[in-house]
Structures are given as C-alpha cells and as structure tokens.
C-alpha cells in the first residue's frame, strides 16, 4: 500500500467522523435545545444561574449544555389536615383543638392551592407545600380557639373558613412563597368521644326544636294580628255609628225641645197642662182620676177622653134635670182646680 493510498483513506474516515459528530450536535441540539410548555403548566429558564419564567404554552428554544429548563405545574392542588386523603384516617394530631370556652373538638380541613409565581415557588423556599401546611395549622388553630364550641360544631363553620383564608391569605402575602391559596374548607367536625358526641346531637335537636316553637309561633301571631285588626276596626266603625245616632238623636231632642219652648212661650198655661198630661199618662198609664160631688155624684175627669164622653153625657141629662147645671159648673170648677194644681205641681 502507497503512502498516497494511505493519506486518502485517512482524509476518508476524517471525513466520516466529522460527519458524525455534525449528526450528533444536530441530534444534541434538537433534543435539548427545545423545550415544550404544556397548558396549566409554567416553565423558569436558567441561563447561568439567573431564573427566568416563561409563561406563556407551546414550543420554545434554549441553548444546550447553557440554558436549563424547570418546570412548574399551575394546576389546583390540595392536600387534606387531621385526616389521612388516601385512607380516610383520622390524624388526632392535627384535628384535635381547643376552643375558647376550653373544649376539644376534632375538625378536619382540605386545602386547595396553586403555585403563582413559578420561580418563587422554585428558589423563595426549598419546600412551599410544607411551609404552606405549617401556616395552615397555625391559622387554623388560631381561629378555633377563639370561637366556642357550639358554632365550631354547628352554625359558625362559614364564618369560621372566612375568616382563617383571610388570615392564611396575609401570611402568604408577608412570606411571599409564590404559593395562591384558592380555597379551605371545613370538610368535619366533631366531640373527640361518643358520650360528648351524643350530648352535641341533643343540644342540636333541641335547638332544631326552639327554631320550630320560634317558627310556629310566628306563623300564629301572623295569623292572629289581622283578625285583632279586623275587630277592633269593626268595634271603631260601631263606636263612631252609635256617636253618630247618639249626636242626630240629642240634636233631634234639642230641636223638639226648642219647638216646645216655642209654644210654652206663646201659651204657657196650656202647654203647661198639655205636659202635665203626658207626663202622667207616661208614668201612670193606668191612672183615672174620678171626682165626686158633694152630692153624691161622680165624673171621670181623666182620660180625657173619658172626661169629654162624661161632659157629654152630663149635657144630655141637664136638659131634661134642671139639677145638672149646678154638677156641670161644679165639676168644671174642680177640674180647673186639679189642672192647675198639676201644672204647678209640673213647674
């Protein structure tokens, strides 16, 4: 073999291994110099220990064996507190509390998170999650104790969760972990022993019940104030009716009185009989009055009516008895006497 031949075969497998290295750069390079950015998925690009996030999904470029990529999940993400996710266990550790009026009780939490910032997340603290439990717990257990037992057991667990996410919220804010709180609720509660446990189920039926008594008696005093209403404006209505006929009959009396007074003035001797009259004949309806003559004789003088028959039939007999004239005068005479006898007696 030549020297010729030989240097042709070398500048051959030169040929040969640059070409291999050039495939394999070009491998190198599209293998790692692309990066992938999924939906609900943040990345932070590191060129030369400086973090930059990217944010925005699809395919990007970074520069081999210079630039690394780490990314960082934005979907909601939650873990539980006082019992175990997977088993359903209770952790007596972390759900066993004291309230404010020194009672225990077993409460069990689900946090739901998301990480924000990713390059916080990343380089802020070395665990986020675990710091975010630490505060949780801590928060938690501040709110509890300072509420009582009945509302962390029955009505107050809404206003509870409000206000430790508020309080959660202002410590991630101080700490600034990249880490978003997106929600914390109560998922239960309890007495830590079944005697306190039963007793907690009394007091809540029993106050079932008082809301009831308090609901049925409202419904019962809704239903009797209108017909309270209704009567007392029927006995106003009848009070201003009886006013109103007790006024029209006074009036009516005023003006039957004036008219008499009317005629009292213009025949007072008459009118003082004719009242005499009427109000004997009101107050002794059966009263006659019967007048005897010193010689024997009688004559009804009241009624009237029975005074004006007797007068009659007296005229008649002293037509044909000269006697009658003398009774007739005498009776007369008596009769005026009594008449006026009784109206002074009316004055």
């Known amino acids: 073999m030549s020297k010729r031949d030989g240097a042709s075969g070398m500048k051959s497998a030169g040929k040969v291994a640059a070409a291999v290295v050039a495939v394999l750069a070009v491998l190198l390079i599209a293998f790692n110099g692309t990066y992938q950015i999924r939906e609900q998925e943040q990345a932070v690009l590191i060129t030369f220990g400086k973090a930059q996030a990217v944010t925005e999904p699809g395919l990007h470029f970074k520069i081999p064996f210079v630039q690394e990529v780490r990314k960082v999940s934005t979907t909601i993400q939650g873990f539980a507190i006082g019992y175990d996710d997977g088993s359903d266990v209770s952790n007596t550790d972390e759900s066993l509390m004291i309230t404010s009026d020194y009672n225990f009780v077993n409460v069990d939490f689900f946090v739901e998170y998301r990480f924000s910032e990713p390059v916080k997340a990343l380089y802020a603290s070395r665990e986020p999650v675990n710091i975010l439990r630490n505060v949780c717990q801590s928060c938690i257990r501040t709110v509890i104790g300072s509420y009582p037992v009945d509302d962390v057991l029955t009505t107050g667990k809404n206003e509870i969760q409000a206000a430790i996410k508020e309080m959660i919220m202002k410590r991630l804010e101080e700490q600034d972990l990249g880490v978003q709180l997106v929600n914390i609720t109560i998922q239960d509660s309890e007495p830590p022993t079944t005697e306190v446990m039963e007793a907690f189920k009394a007091v809540e039926t029993a106050r079932q019940g008082k809301e009831t008594a308090l609901n049925n008696a409202n419904k019962y005093r809704n239903e009797r104030i209108p017909q309270a209403q209704a009567q007392a404006d029927g006995i106003v209505k009848d009070a201003e009716a009886s006013k109103t006929e007790r006024i029209n009959e006074a009036t009516a009396q005023v003006a039957r009185f004036n008219a008499m007074y ?62 009658g004239d003398n009774i007739q005068n005498g009776l007369r005479n008596d009769a005026a006497d009594i008449a006026d006898e009784g109206a002074d007696d009316a004055e």
């Open 262 to 323: 009317e005629e009292y003035v213009k025949n007072p001797v008459i009118t003082r009989q004719r009242m005499f009259y009427e109000a004997m004949e009101e107050v002794l309806p059966d009263l006659k009055v019967v007048i005897e003559s010193p010689d024997g004789n009688t004559q009804m003088f009241y009624p009237l009516e029975s005074f004006t028959e007797t007068q009659q039939g007296a005229s008649n007999t002293d037509r044909t008895d000269g006697t």
